[in-house]
């Protein structure tokens, strides 16, 4: 009785020493790695702000990530996937802080679980940072307007991109605070269109583009209209960036 009672003992040990181990190996052998490709924005009351997140596999990757996403009520914050995998590894976090919202630092915390067939192989964890300010945003007809002449010369010069022109966008500041040059984000369905305007006089007023298609990780095309408006195609990399968003 003692012999069989020692060997179920030692059979449960050597199960919980395999199981352990098996945890082990897929913790530190992770098939991706979770990235955001910046993770700090500002946003205002009744503003907005968008995070790109990604998942990086290996070249033994398979399965599915679960995204699940922990924020403050007031932020809004909102996933645009919750599943990637090899065919779909970007997504989105869109946040749209509330009226009511209190200044400060609001943190966003994101968890991806990697799941294969029946199994859980591993769980990452990232977390994003918006700072609210104490700014109000209302409808800009200035940023309107460039957004619009930018709209037209692109249907026009560039008509594989589609139609842009008389659509419904999300529009707020995109770095609230900010003087002299006015960063403005309008988003629909499809495009992300970031404006910047250099609010001086001749020959200064100059005005930036760049468009991105929702989902993608960089802008597809950017552009620059001169004082005397006209509009020629510039390098992404030309678009001024604050804040590395």
């Known amino acids: 009785m003692k012999k069989n009672i020692a060997l179920v003992v030692l059979m449960i040990v050597c199960l919980c020493f395999t199981v352990a181990s098996r945890a082990v190996a897929s913790e530190t052998a992770q098939a991706f790695e979770l990235k955001a490709k910046y993770t700090?924005?500002?946003s205002y009351p009744n503003g907005g702000g968008i995070f790109l997140v990604y998942i990086e596999p290996t070249s033994e990757f398979t399965g599915k990530v679960f995204l699940n996403l922990v924020a403050p009520a007031r932020l809004n914050a909102r996933l645009r996937d919750e599943v990637l995998d090899r065919g779909s590894l970007v997504t989105e976090i869109t946040v749209e802080p509330s009226s009511d919202i209190r200044p400060g630092t609001k943190y966003i915390k994101l968890a991806a679980v990697h799941v294969n067939g029946l199994y859980v192989q591993t769980v990452q964890r990232i977390q994003l940072?918006?700072?609210?300010?104490?700014w109000e945003g209302c409808d800009n007809p200035n940023l309107n307007e460039k957004?619009?002449?930018?709209?037209?010369?692109?249907?026009?010069?560039h008509q594989e991109f589609g139609l842009f022109l008389n659509q419904a966008y999300q529009y707020y500041i995109t770095y609230p605070e900010i003087l002299i040059v006015e960063h403005g984000t309008y988003l629909n369905s499809e495009w992300e269109i970031r404006v910047c305007d250099h609010v001086m006089i001749p020959p200064y007023d100059w005005s930036m583009f760049c468009i991105r298609k929702r989902g993608a990780l960089k802008p597809l095309f950017a552009a620059k209209r001169e004082s005397d408006n006209t509009i020629h195609e510039i390098p992404v990399s030309e678009y001024p960036v604050l804040f590395e968003y």
Do not use: A, N
């Open 129 to 134: 940072q918006v700072e609210v300010f104490e």
């Open 40 to 42: 700090y924005i500002r």
């Open 147 to 157: 957004r619009d002449l930018f709209i037209k010369w692109l249907e026009q010069e």
